[in-house]
Structure formats: C-alpha cells, structure tokens
C-alpha cells in the first residue's frame, strides 16, 4: 500500500469518528423548536362582556426600573442580624432586609431560580420571553444573537413604552434597535469590576429624574466579574456588593408612586465564583419587588411561593404594566402580587388573582397548540391530559363569571396546577434525548475502535493491499441513497443523519470484511500473515488487561456515578495498568536473571548482556520508575476541582489563582513553588537534550532549545508577579502593571510562535564534527574524551543506540569500498555526528517543552507544580515502557523494534485523560477556566474566535501535550545507567520535596483536607 492510499485510510477513519460524535451529539444537545409568532393586545380577551383593546386601560404601574445584579445569588441578598462576624459576601445587601421589614406592605425578597444552562445571555433569554432553554442553548453564550421570539422588550415597544437600557452590551444584540435610549458597555472581560457598574452610576440618576422614560433597564455586572476573578469569599467581594446597597438606596430615594421596582439576579455562583450548571448555588438568585404604593398584603401569608422560577417574571411583569404575555411563554403570574379580589371592573390597573390566572392560562394554552402543530415531541398523551384539563378549568370558569360569582379558592389552585403541569411537561420535553440517534454513534465509534485494532494487528498483511476502501465507500454511498429514498418515500423528507448512520456503519461493516479477505488470500500465496494474531481472535484478545481496562473506561461513561468520580476513576485505572505491567514481567520471568544451566554446550552459553547482574540493573530501574509514577499520580489528586454533586469536596487552592490568595505568606510560597517547578520543566528538558548531544548543532533548533525556551519561562515568571499584584498596591506603577499585564504574555506568545516556526522548519539538532584520521581497521571511533567531557555527552548513551551503531557499520562498510582513498599512511578521515541517535526524539522533546510553557501561560501560576508532574509521570511511562522492552529483549522474548504494545498505549490515552483533571479541569460548564481568555488582553477582544481558542488551548491541555508526545513511545530508547540513575534520584527528591511542601499547606491553608484523596 502506498503513502496516498493509507492517507486515504487514516482519513476515512478520522471521518467515521467525526460521524460517530456527530450522530451522537444530535441525538445528546437538542434543539427546542422556536415559535415565531407575536401575542397582540386583542390576544387578551377578558371573560364575559369585558371586551376590548386590553392595553388601552390603566395599568396597575405606569413604570418600571428593573436593576438586574448579575449573578446576586440569593446569600448576598438575605441578612442574618446574628451573625456578628460576617464573610466578605455576607450581610452588605442591609437595605433589603430593612425595606421588606418596616413596609411588608411595599417589599417581598424572594429566591429567584434560574433553568440551567446559568450563563448570562441564555438568563436574560429566560427572563424576557419566558421560555426554557435547551442544554445546547450553553454554547450560544459567547455569539449572541437577536432574540426572534416574542418577548417583553419587543412588546413593550409595540404599545409605545419607552425602555431605555444601560449596561452589559449584551442586551444589545440581542435586542437591536428595540430600545428608546440605549448605553451599552463592554462585557466580556470579567477582570474588569467597574467599567460598566460606572457607566451605568453616570447616567441612572439623571434619566430617573427626567420624564423620558416608561422602563428602565440598568445591568450591573461587577458582583459576576468579582467571582469570576477573586471568587465571593474576597474582600472585593464585600466592596462590590456595599456599593450595590448604596445604588438600591439611591434608587428607593427616587421612585415615584406609580413606579415598580425590580432588583434581581440572573443566576448564582458556586464557591469559586463560576456558574453555568445547575447546582443550587448556581440557579438560586434573588429578586426583591418593591413599590411606593401598596404592592403585597400586609404580611407574608403561606401562599407565598417558597421560589420564584425566572420565567415567572415575564407574565407577572406584563400583566402589571398593561402588555400581551409574550406569545411563547410558559411562566406563570406571581399571585401575592395581585389581589384576591378585582378592583376596577377586569382593567389591568385591577385584574384579581383568577382573572389573571385566566389570560395566563389562555396564553400557555394557545402556545401549547401551536407548538404541538409545529413539533412532534411533545407525548400525545401529555398532550391530551393538558387540553382536557384546559377545558375544563375553561368551562368552570366561564360558567362562574356568567353566574356573577366570584372564582373559588379550589379553582384558582386548578389553575395553578394546570399552569404547573405545562411548565413541567415542557421542561421534561425539552430535555429529552434522542436514544436511536445516541446509540448510533456509540455504534459507529465502536466499529471505528474495532477497526483501529484490526488495522493495527493487520498491518503486515494491508501493507500489500490495494483498493481496500474501493468497494466499501461505493456501498456506503449505495446505502445512503437507498436509505434517503426510502425515507422520501415514507415520510416525505430524508434525514441526513441517518443516511450517515447507514453508509458508515455499511462502510465500516465492508472494510472489517475486506480486512480478512486479504488476510486470507496472503495466507493462501504463502505470504507472512502477521507477527501478531488474527482478527477473528478478537474476543479472546478482549481478555487482556489493556483492553479490558479500555473497555471498563468506556463502559463508566455510561454511569452517572462513575462520571462524577471520573478523576478518580482513571487515576485508579493508570495505577490498576502501571502494577500490571510488573506483575506481567514477572508472572513471564523477566525479572529474574536468566537461570545457567551448566549442561548446556558452551557455545550457548548466556552472551554477557544477559548476565544477572544487567538483568538486575534493569529491573531496578523499572521499579524505581515504577515508584515515581505511583508518587506523580497520588500527587496529582492534590490538584483535582470539585463537582457540585460532590458536596464534600474541597478544591484544590492550588486552582486559585494568586491575586485571590490574601495571606501574603501563603502568596510567596505559592509563587516560589510555581517558580520552581517552571525552572525544574526548563531544566529537565534541557538536560534530556545536552545529554544526548542536540545542543551542539549551530541551527534554529538549538537556538530554540537554549534560548526560547528560558526566555520563555522567565516571561511566565514575571507575568505571574505581575498579575498577582493587587490593584491597590503600587498605585504610582499602575501604568506600568497594566503594561506588563499586556506585554509579557505577548512577547511569551511571540517567543513560542518563534520557537515553533524554528522546529518546523530546522527539526534536525544532528552536529557533524571532522575529526583525525584514523587506522582502517581501527575499532569504532568514539568522540575525544574531552570533547565529550565539555558536552557532557555519554559514550554509553551514544553506544546503546541503534542508529549510532547502524551509522558507524556504514562508515566502515564505506571505508572497506573506497581502497583507492586512502593515504599514504593507512590512515582515513572520518567524521563525528553528535545527537544523531535522538534525531527523531529530541525535537519531540522540545516540541514538548515549548507546548508545556505556552499552555501553562494560559493557566494558573499553581498549576505549574501539576505540570511538572505531567512530565515526571510522562518521563516514568516511557521508561517503564523502555525497560520493559529491553527485559524482553534481553531474554529473546522481543518482537519488534517499531512494534508498541496496548498496554503503553492504554497507559499513555488514561494519562491524558488523567492530566485533564489534575490542571483543575471538569467536563462541566462551571469549571470552565474563562480567564484564559484574557491572557495578554487583560481589556477584552473585540471577536470570539481568539479567546474562544484560548480557553480551548486551556481545557484541553493535557491532550494536546500528550497527543503531540505520542511519538515518544515509538522513538523513546532506554538511557544510559548514570543517566537514568541520576534522573531517579532527581525525580524522586522532587516528589518528597512536593509532599513536604503539601504537608505545609495543609496546616497552613484553611479547609485544604487532602484526608480522602484516596478514599
């Protein structure tokens, strides 16, 4: 097979995943339907003779100021007056607890849950048109735009109310062109506490006092930005939040009878200031309604609601100010804001407690009819129930207001229930998956992992075969076809996806068939069929360890359970993996010197490397390799975030970075940690290639190795002093900080764009040095002693290579051609080559240093401490795998030089998944590490595609260094004895030092419980 063919091969694998995660995702992230359609004021029909244009009468307020406190969890806004020693997010909301106490009448404070997805775009989507979002909704955050469904601001402004709007720009794509007045400020960069909270404190009170407005809209986003940057427990925090009660007070000052105000959070926070899933800490914020005028009854009565869904607000909201619910709501009234009893005839100044339950319920109701039309997935038999129940609550109530009696308690709570019983069905609707879909992209990636093993384990026999995807993409497109047609047929549209489905599960199915026709047709001509065993020997295969532990990994996606524990679920597999690996040798012999038997001849007598004494040395090292990677990996879980399902897990203080750390000793000694472990990456990758010579060539390469790369780590060193400097401090050098907090990160992105067009284009770190002639039949030529000796070069390292050993058979082979040559004195030039036995490695291992340094710039400073131990635990796989390979050899149970086994394989796939979670990371929303986005843009970027790719780079370091590492176990060759003694004991003093360092920190470091790493 040649280069284009296989090309072809891995390509149409790489498609068979993408198809496998497509299939999957669609069936995973749906999409809820949107209805297109506008309620006007002729939509809200009164029962009886009260007919009309509804938003022609008195509303119940004339205005409204909505203050929406991005991210006012429901903890800042409650008071405790006992509590007499309070956090920075506590009790520093007083004029809440102040107004709701001394006028019950005016103010009620109420939790205020959010639907998740908690991001700030997908609440203010909730909160204006009442709908519900779906978990996709998620990765719109960031590319927000204009909402098409109806919603308040759009029915606002049909009825002529002027809505003036300031704050967070988001509100302006996504309402373009709605409001009357519009002050939009930059959002998007959360180290920023005070652009627009400023912005919006400029012009609040001047538009209150004027006359030129009917709603108005002021979102404050410094609370969010504080969680994000310093989490709640900071005094930033406190600061922020003081200022929130000083701008509610100005506010009340202000308000006029007719006024209703709205102070409100879109969403919570966790104790790390994140939000975005759905934990309570997250979707409970706080809304406080008050008016000058009476609003409540005179005290909290039992039919208050305990919480408040945000989608409730949309038709509270309408109601009172006099607009059509917006069509596509399912929220419903908040009752204590409206009175048991009507006041003026039906008017919305004095619509009673059932009247407006009634037009609520008409409005879900015709939504509801409409949706179903449009969409097939609400349950028919759902369906049914809801209008069956609507009918009949509508022919009780009709019935009531005909007979001039006043609506009872039993059918307003009918009402209620109805309202509820929607909201529930369509929620669960909503996130419903699509089981056909999931399973079959979970089919087709288990073909693509089948194929990748066959493939593998035939590589012997494909490398002879030609046109083995001939047949089976022209029956997948076959399939295809009759599969979209067939649909046509049926349904009268074809669906993409499962055309897809068909032709790559044909094509996969058609591949695994063609696999073993050529493997028979090789053995039939008498070819080699392959090394290793056939595939129909698959099931059999399946037992072994490594492909038992990959099936055990894929198998605990599947649990709910085994998701949330996945750090430790695949810390515990890479530890089960790395003590089968000894237990594998020994149960095989290898780690026990070879027995003599004297009876054997002489002439097959053990050769001097199989003498005990090289066989001991081996296994010596493998275990202490061994060691260092059970002492990286229990290391790493001291690094590992927390879920909020897991409500006794402490987060590692190493996630936070140092400008949230108030201790100024416990600061220092995170700093010089981080830096010592950015000098020890810098220093063991350096070491790696001065020992086998690759710092000795004149070209980029090398430049890149000696230069760029201390460059580059003395660029993140100061960049984390500088970020780590407080904004109150150095107030003369703020200028100058601001300058650093931009410059550094850049020149150290700039140092490795360099670093990398470099290895690019000059990999090779190969130094040829002529040198004295020598005898022809010298014995092979080493390098001057004291040459090597300034290099610190290792006779033995450059002899246990294959390559430097093929290279010095050729040159003598050369020389015996080439009689005619010689001098005069039997003597022949010759030449040196330094580094030629890591040709190929040393600019992996550069590669791997420059990678490491620039995604470490993009996390926080204590990561730099998992980093490291990212390389230790990589340095200890290769070289178990090193070792290992070398036992086999040693005892003749080699196969192949270019041959990786699974279990290095296995080891190296569950050490990136690993890492993932040992930088912080979590696969949910909250975790999330935003401030990637901002590293060397501390003021923001004007597109999404550049922090998108930051915080990209940032979630999936660990893949990215170890995918691009990968090479290693191919290429990786043992060290020499010294070296590989002296990289031990290295090793192994940085691990002690690190759990020293960690026993310091847990009796220095409030709430740092490492008791149940293991547990």
Not at 378 to 406: C, H, M, W
Not at 724 to 729: G, K, N, V
């Amino acid at each position: 097979m040649k280069r284009l063919p296989i090309l072809v091969l891995l390509l149409w694998l790489c498609a068979m995943f993408y198809i496998g995660i497509f299939l999957f995702v669609g069936g995973f992230l749906l999409v809820r339907l949107e209805v297109n359609r506008t309620s006007t004021c002729g939509d809200v029909l009164l029962p009886g003779d009260q007919q009309g244009d509804f938003c022609q009468g008195q509303p119940r307020f004339r205005k409204a100021v909505v203050l929406i406190i991005d991210a006012l969890k429901i903890d800042f806004a409650r008071f405790d007056p006992a509590n007499k020693e309070p956090r920075p997010f506590e009790n520093k909301l007083p004029v809440l607890e102040e107004v709701t106490s001394s006028k019950p009448s005016h103010a009620r404070l109420f939790p205020f849950r959010a639907d998740p997805p908690t991001t700030t775009m997908q609440r203010i989507k909730g909160f204006t048109t009442g709908s519900l979002p779906t978990f996709i909704d998620v990765g719109n955050n960031f590319a927000s735009s204009a909402i098409l469904e109806d919603n308040l601001v759009h029915q606002l402004a049909e009825v002529g109310k002027r809505v003036v709007f300031m704050g967070d720009d988001t509100w302006e794509s996504l309402f373009p062109k709605k409001f009357h007045r519009s002050l939009p400020f930059p959002s998007f960069n959360v180290k920023d506490l005070h652009t627009v909270d400023n912005g919006i404190l400029q012009h609040l009170y001047n538009i209150m006092v004027s006359d030129d407005w009917d709603v108005l809209v002021a979102h404050f986003l410094g609370v969010d930005h504080c969680g994000h940057r310093f989490g709640p427990d900071h005094p930033a925090m406190a600061d922020k939040l003081t200022q929130m009660d000083g701008v509610i007070r100005s506010v009340l000052d202000r308000l006029q009878n007719d006024t209703l105000l709205v102070v409100m959070g879109d969403h919570g926070m966790t104790d790390t200031g994140d939000h975005g899933g759905e934990s309570q800490k997250e979707t409970d914020a706080a809304i406080f309604l008050y008016s000058p005028s009476p609003l409540f009854p005179a005290s909290p009565s039992e039919s208050d609601p305990e919480v408040v869904p945000q989608t409730d607000l949309v038709p509270t909201l309408a109601l009172l100010l006099g607009i059509p619910i917006p069509y596509s709501s399912v929220g419903q009234v908040l009752l204590p804001l409206f009175p048991a009893e009507s006041q003026t005839g039906g008017a919305p100044a004095g619509l009673s407690q059932a009247e407006a339950l009634w037009i609520n319920a008409k409005q879900v109701n015709r939504f509801l009819e409409t949706y179903s039309r449009m969409a097939k997935d609400i349950p028919l038999e759902s369906l049914s129930q809801l209008q069956a129940d609507f009918s009949r609550l509508s022919s009780n109530y009709l019935s009531t207001v005909k007979e001039g009696r006043s609506p009872t308690p039993e059918l307003v709570a009918s009402l209620q229930g109805y309202l509820t019983s929607v909201r529930d069905t369509c929620r669960a609707t909503w996130a419903h998956f699509n089981p056909a879909k999931m399973a079959a992209g979970i089919a087709v990636l288990a073909c693509a992992c089948v194929l990748c093993y066959v493939l593998s384990e035939m590589s012997s026999v494909l490398v002879r075969e030609s046109g083995l995807l001939r047949v089976p993409l022209v029956a997948a497109t076959v399939v295809g076809v009759c599969v979209a047609a067939s649909q046509l047929f049926t349904q009268g549209y074809a669906e993409g996806s499962w055309c897809l489905a068909a032709a790559a599960l044909s094509s996969e199915v058609l591949v695994l068939w063609r696999a073993q026709q050529a493997r028979k047709t090789t053995a039939a001509e008498g070819g080699e069929v392959s090394p290793r065993r056939g595939w129909l020997t698959l099931p059999r295969f399946l037992l072994t360890p490594p492909l038992l532990v990959l099936l055990l990994r894929c198998a605990s996606l599947l649990s709910d359970s085994y998701v949330i524990a996945e750090g430790r679920v695949v810390t515990f597999l890479l530890f089960s993996m790395s003590l089968y690996v000894p237990f594998h040798l020994n149960w095989d012999g290898l780690l026990l010197p070879p027995v003599h038997d004297p009876l054997k001849p002489a002439g097959l007598l053990p050769s001097p490397v199989l003498s005990p004494l090289a066989v001991r040395r081996e296994s010596s090292t493998f275990l202490a390799c061994l060691g260092v990677l059970v002492g990286s990996l229990y290391l790493s879980l001291f690094f590992h975030g927390c879920r909020e399902e897991q409500g006794s897990c402490q987060p590692s203080p190493f996630l936070s970075p140092l400008s949230r750390v108030q201790d100024s000793r416990l600061k220092n000694l995170h700093y010089i940690l981080s830096l010592a472990s950015l000098g020890a990456w810098t220093y063991l990758l350096r070491r790696w290639l001065r020992h086998y010579g690759n710092l000795n060539s004149p070209g980029g390469t090398v430049f890149t190795a000696r230069w760029i790369l201390p460059l580059l780590s003395v660029c993140l060193g100061l960049h984390w002093a500088v970020a780590a400097t407080p904004e109150d401090s150095f107030r003369n050098l703020a200028e100058l900080i601001s300058l650093g907090q931009r410059a550094l990160p850049r020149v150290a992105f700039s140092l490795l764009g360099v670093g990398l067009a470099l290895l690019w284009l000059d990999p090779l770190t190969v130094f040829i040095k002529s040198r004295a002639a020598t005898p022809v039949r010298g014995p092979v030529s080493l390098p001057p002693p004291r040459y090597r000796a300034s290099t610190g070069i290792s006779t033995q390292a450059e002899l246990h290579h294959l390559i430097p050993q093929l290279y010095q058979r050729m040159r003598r082979s050369l020389e015996d051609g080439e009689p005619a040559r010689v001098p005069e004195g039997g003597d022949r030039p010759a030449v040196e080559a330094y580094g030629l036995g890591t040709v190929y490695s040393a600019p992996v291992v550069l590669l791997c240093g420059l990678l490491g340094l620039g995604l470490l710039l993009l996390h926080p400073e204590g990561m730099s401490l998992s980093f490291l131990l990212l390389l230790l635990e990589m340095g200890a796989l290769l070289q178990i795998h090193a070792s290992s390979t070398t036992l086999n050899a040693l005892q003749g149970s080699h196969s192949g030089g270019f041959s990786v086994p699974w279990t290095p394989v296995m080891l190296w796939s569950l050490a990136a998944t690993q890492f993932f979670h040992a930088t912080g990371h979590l696969p949910t929303f909250p975790s999330i590490q935003w401030a990637a986005a901002f590293v060397g843009f501390p003021g923001g970027h004007t597109g999404t595609i550049l922090p998108a790719s930051l915080v990209t780079l940032n979630t999936f370091s660990s893949h990215i260094l170890f995918a691009g590492t990968h090479p290693f176990t191919v290429l990786y060759s043992k060290n020499s004895n010294v070296f590989r003694l002296i990289d031990i004991v290295v090793n192994v003093a940085i691990i002690i030092s690190l759990l020293t360092l960690f026993q310091s920190m847990r009796n220095t470091v409030p709430h740092f419980n490492t008791d149940n790493l293991l547990s």
